[in-house]
């Protein structure tokens, strides 16, 4: 039992990072990102790529692929998604469907399906902690990366200009506009930055799991728990977001851990529908 | 640059089908208050937003300080020193006060001086500087007045809009907002007053103009114009 709370608790911290660029998007693009699982998955082939052909160890790999996925979300939403979006939100979210089609589809051609993981060379450490069962270091190091990347984020979000033009872009666009913010240049650094989160993700999930191209799709689902328990566009709601969807996953073990997960997410959404955290 | 600091040349504009504002002309000498007043529907929200960028003018043309913005984006227009405060304040209301006010500093050129501007409209409205950790959400509806003017004054403006600055709020806080309005003006800054209430706004200005259906029907130097005119112009008589 405690080592299941240990388990539990760690991986919250890499679901929370998985949830917090869906969230992001969602609070401030007002879109439903359904290639964010898909984008993941694109970053844990991009550093196994990058892993294997330098020889860097899979956290090194974050040099690149987080700067090269900023550039993607960037581009991304500037040429086709903003456009998609002047005639409504229904076209813009078909096209991250197919997104999620293409890339999935792209993925499989180029790496066939077989399961990929990154190895670190700490792969198998864990600490000992005398009875209460053990903290394996590969886990804790990754929940540390993840907390540790919404506590920057948040803190961009809080103290800097654009953090805060991209706060006030979603509180109102047309009172963002005239303050000086040039409101789809802002959507494309949000996508940017939550693409760069989906890369480090990606990195982390590629540690603990196997991953194949159809992977993708798994982690949307845990993406929108975390959305859906955490509040849309609230930092600390998807960190503890992340923490009781990962408890309840565990909790459930490997017969029970999804089916507990999406009970939770069915109370809430019952319950209280705006999310834990929402403003 | 021109004696005029804003001018409106011939502008209409529409929602669809629907002739908002139809050939409106008006200019605004520099430093100085120019307001404009009709009933609900007259237009001249729209106006203003089309002179901010929020709204795109179907025709006419819009100069300010000498330079043709017409149909620029708003947030490139801000950028030139003409700043609108919105109907209803439009606070960021899941920010903090000071937030708001520091986004209102976002224009390249104002981000240098902000510190020193946010001192100053902490003096201005020193209630904001107790309420300045709180959520603008969490403000009365006079506060958030007072956020959307000092977030406006941030971008350091040559020029501002008010739009229905006074609407929903108590005459004692209307007549310290007004007193404030003309306090920025008096510090060199021009202004257009956008208002149903014609009194306090005729009598605060140097010059008005009464719009009706879309359209400017009285125009001139505030203190010739008589009750009774503005009576006749306001209600189409």
């Known amino acids: ?279 | 640059m021109s004696e005029n600091i804003l001018a409106i040349e011939n502008v209409a504009a529409r929602y669809g089908d629907f002739l908002a504002v139809q050939d409106a002309s008006l200019c605004v000498p520099n430093k100085s208050i120019v307001s404009i007043i009709g009933s609900n529907g007259a237009g001249k929200s729209t106006l203003m937003d089309c002179v901010a960028g929020v709204h795109k003018p179907s025709s006419g043309r819009i100069f300010f300080k000498g330079e043709d913005i017409t149909g620029l984006p708003a947030y490139e227009i801000v950028r030139r020193g003409l700043s609108l405060v919105p109907q209803g304040s439009r606070c960021f209301v899941r920010m903090t006060v000071e937030d708001n006010l520091i986004m209102g500093s976002f224009p390249g050129c104002a981000r240098k001086g902000a510190t020193s501007m946010l001192e100053k409209v902490y003096e201005l409205f020193p209630v904001l500087k107790e309420k300045r950790n709180d959520l603008s959400g969490s403000l009365s509806g006079g506060q958030r007045q007072m956020v959307a003017i000092g977030r406006s004054l941030m971008s350091q403006p040559d020029l501002i809009l008010f739009d229905e600055i006074s609407l929903g709020l108590a005459p004692t806080i209307i007549k310290d907002i007004y007193s404030r309005i003309r306090q920025i003006n008096a510090e060199g800054t021009s202004i257009v007053l956008v208002e149903q209430d014609v009194k306090r706004s005729v009598k605060t200005s140097d010059y008005s103009h009464v719009m009706l259906k879309g359209k400017i029907v009285l125009s001139g130097p505030s203190r010739e114009l008589t009750e009774e005119d503005i009576k006749n112009a306001y209600f189409g008589i």
Not at chain 1, 171 to 199: C, E, P, R, S
Not at chain 1, 201 to 217: D, K, L, N, W
Not at chain 1, 261 to 279: C, D, E, S
Request: with cysteine; aromatic share 8%; glycine share 12%.
């Open chain 1, 1 to 279: 039992m405690a080592q299941q709370l240990i388990n539990g608790i760690l991986l919250g911290g890499v679901y929370a990072l998985v949830g917090v660029g869906m969230t992001m998007i969602f609070g401030i693009v007002q879109l439903t990102n359904l290639a964010h699982g898909e984008f993941i998955i694109l970053a844990a082939y991009l550093s196994s790529v990058i892993s294997v052909g330098l020889g860097l160890s899979p956290l090194l790999t974050l040099i690149i692929t987080v700067p090269l996925m900023f550039v993607i979300g960037y581009i991304l939403q500037n040429v086709l998604i903003n456009k998609l979006m002047e005639r409504g939100s229904e076209p813009a979210l078909l096209v991250t469907f197919g997104l999620s089609i293409i890339i999935q589809n792209a993925l499989l051609l180029i790496f066939s399906a077989d399961a990929n993981r990154l190895i670190v060379s700490f792969q198998a450490l864990s600490i000992p902690l005398g009875g209460m069962g053990r903290i394996p270091v590969l886990n804790l190091v990754v929940c540390l990366i993840g907390i540790a990347t919404l506590f920057v984020l948040n803190l961009f979000l809080k103290k800097t200009y654009i953090g805060r033009s991209i706060r006030a872009t979603s509180d109102d666009k047309v009172a963002a506009a005239l303050m000086g913010v040039n409101v789809k240049q802002t959507y494309g650094i949000a996508m940017g930055l939550a693409l760069a989160t989906a890369a480090i993700a990606g990195t982390m999930v590629g540690m603990i799991y196997p991953f194949y191209p159809s992977t993708g799709s798994g982690y949307l689902i845990i993406a929108f728990g975390v959305v859906v328990i955490g509040g849309m566009g609230s930092i600390t709601g998807t960190l503890v977001a992340g923490f009781i969807f990962g408890l309840a996953q565990v909790l459930g073990g490997s017969n029970y851990g999804l089916l507990i997960g999406y009970l939770v997410l069915i109370v809430m959404l019952a319950v209280r529908p705006q999310g834990l955290f929402a403003k």
